[in-house]
């Protein structure tokens, strides 16, 4: 079983920023894949970053330059820093972890609740 808590959402004004963190825990051997997604209201979930073992980040071309997602692999932590927020980056964002399970040698798929960001003044 693979815990995924997402924290750090909030209300900030536009140009802002906001930092997002996401604990990922259970009994994991290593990560194939960390990293966030969003959905916003009325629209379907889209990719915002991901990094990807041996293959490096992908971002999401509407918050390229503008974001940066890193993780800390000693802790299981994924962050995603989010600057010069725009008014149409409000969403629910969800932090996602594809792990090897450690005992059972299964290839997880893990979702987080989620954090609401809303860019508003």
């Known amino acids: 079983q693979v815990q995924v808590v997402e924290s750090g959402g909030g209300l900030v004004q536009p140009g802002g920023s906001l930092r997002l963190s996401c604990a990922v825990s259970?009994?994991?051997?290593?990560?194939?894949?960390m990293g966030w997604y969003r959905q916003a209201p009325g629209k379907q979930r889209e990719l915002v970053a991901t990094i990807t073992e041996g293959v490096g980040t992908k971002y999401a071309d509407s918050v390229k330059g503008r974001f940066t997602c890193s993780t800390d692999n000693a802790q299981n932590m994924v962050y995603l820093q989010m600057n010069s927020l725009k008014y149409e980056d409000t969403a629910v964002y969800y932090c996602?972890?594809?792990?090897?399970?450690?005992?059972?040698?299964?290839?997880?798929?893990?979702w987080g609740k989620g954090t609401l960001v809303t860019v508003s003044t």
């Open positions: 259970g009994d994991i051997f290593k990560f194939y894949v």
């Open positions: 996602y972890a594809e792990s090897l399970m450690k005992y059972s040698g299964d290839r997880v798929q893990s």
